[in-house]
Nanobody
Framework: QVQLVESGGGLVRAGDSLRLSCAAS????????MAWFRQAPGEEREFVAV????????NYADSVKDRFTISRDNPKNTGYLQMNSLKPEDTAVYYC???????????????WGQGTQVTVSS
């Protein structure tokens, strides 16, 4: 069993930056791929970014490419999402998730955090 806890969300202005963290319990975090998803009110949960278990491979949604960077620190059991040049349309609850498959589909992920709110004002 792995527990994930996100942090780092908040209220910012358009153009600002935020770094989200995902702290994992247990010793198996380093064996899983890690992803970030987000869900805006009234919308479906959508893929944001994924990083392989080693940290060497990443993939991003087109909407965040060149603005967001996903990374991980396996010895610290922590993953990150650096978000730059934030836009109002980035407003959502952000979730981290881990799974055995490198995928953009939420159903492929086994463990989920509780989410952290990011609000970007114009």
């Amino acid at each position: 069993q792995v527990q994930l806890v996100e942090s780092g969300g908040g209220l910012v202005r358009a153009g600002d930056s935020l770094r989200l963290s995902c702290a994992a319990s247990g010793r198996t975090f380093s064996t899983y791929n890690m992803a970030w998803f987000r869900q805006a009110p009234g919308e479906e949960r959508e893929f944001v970014a994924v990083v392989s278990w080693s940290g060497q491979w990443t993939n991003y949604a087109d909407s965040v490419k060149d603005r967001f960077t996903i990374s991980r620190d396996n010895p610290k059991n922590t993953g990150y999402l650096q978000m730059n040049s934030l836009k109002p349309e980035d407003t959502a609850v952000y979730y981290c998730a881990i799974g055995s498959v490198r995928s953009t589909a939420s159903v492929q992920y086994i463990y989920w955090g509780q989410g952290t709110q990011v609000t970007v004002s114009s």
